[in-house]
């Protein structure tokens, strides 16, 4: 009787781990946090934007980087789709400087 209920006890026990539970559809509000790096100069691919920027503006890439915030909300139509709204915030202002001093400029333009 013992050398049976051993093997029907571990089947019934397999059985009810593999047995998938029934889905309940549920609302979700998430919360993120995450930070923007960009790659530095000497990682960049040809004709990268950034790089050309740099032949005629002065700025540090690191300074690109930036930290990021949001949030969203997700509600279920049905088993099968869901929908939601989210929102998320970063700000990051990089000063540029001109390569090309101010009084070269004015006298290229006037010799037009």
């Known amino acids: 009787m013992r ?3 051993i093997p029907v006890l571990v089947l019934a026990c397999t059985a009810a781990v593999l047995v998938p539970a029934t889905a309940s ?7 993120s946090l995450g930070v923007f790096t960009p790659r530095g100069e000497d990682a960049r691919v040809a004709g990268d934007v950034l790089n050309a920027n740099r032949t005629f503006l ?37 000063p ?15 010799s037009k």
């Open 25 to 31: 559809a549920q609302q979700t509000l998430n919360f």
């Open 58 to 94: 002065f700025f540090d890439i690191k300074d690109f980087k930036s930290a990021s915030i949001g949030g969203e909300w997700l509600v279920p139509f049905n088993e099968f789709f869901e929908g939601g709204a989210g929102i998320g915030f970063s700000r990051r202002t990089v």
């Open 96 to 110: 540029a400087t001109s390569v090309v001093p101010t009084t070269l400029k004015s006298s290229s333009s006037s």
């Open 3 to 5: 050398n049976r209920l």
